[in-house]
């Protein structure tokens, strides 16, 4: 990102239903089985929102590391969108929706920080066809589902 190689990047710290046990937070049981007891098990609820938190805190590094970090334009959270989300909105249930989506940086392209907006009954897609044309790919559409981009501009 430094060298203005790429603007592209994926960072997983994990699938939901991955197996991986996030020993070094003291847990003994597995992600996907934390993620469909937290429901039931105050224990599995307390361990799975450590791993959120984890997860989180590696997202809250990352963009301090783009923020602190100049270029040309300003710092490269300005000219870089990070985000972060789930594929589960109801993991007990395997359920997609409600999905959250957290995104940083990107004001270098007019993407507007500090709110909470709401997209009802809309594919979320549609927020990737707008991340696309926030690279200026220019996008006809992103899979089968996406109706046009969603307004990241305005509060």
Request: glycine share 10%.
């Amino acid at each position: 990102l430094q060298c203005d190689y790429t603007r592209l990047m994926t960072f997983m710290t994990g699938a939901s239903t991955a197996v991986t046990v996030y020993d070094w937070l003291g847990h003994s049981l597995d992600h996907h089985t934390l993620s469909h007891n937290w429901a039931f098990d105050s224990g599995a609820e307390r361990e799975l929102k450590e791993v959120y938190a984890w997860q989180v805190g590696r997202y809250v590094d990352l963009c301090e590391k783009l923020a602190d970090t100049e270029d040309e334009h300003g710092s490269l959270l300005d000219r870089t969108v990070v985000t972060l989300m789930s594929e589960f909105g109801e993991s007990n249930l395997h359920q997609a929706e409600p999905l959250t989506f957290l995104l940083a940086g990107g004001e270098g392209g007019g993407i507007v920080q500090g709110h909470h907006r709401v997209f009802n009954n809309q594919p979320h897609s549609n927020l990737w066809v707008s991340l696309l044309e926030f690279l200026e790919c220019n996008p006809t559409g992103f899979g089968t589902t996406s109706t046009g981009p969603v307004d990241l501009s305005s509060s």
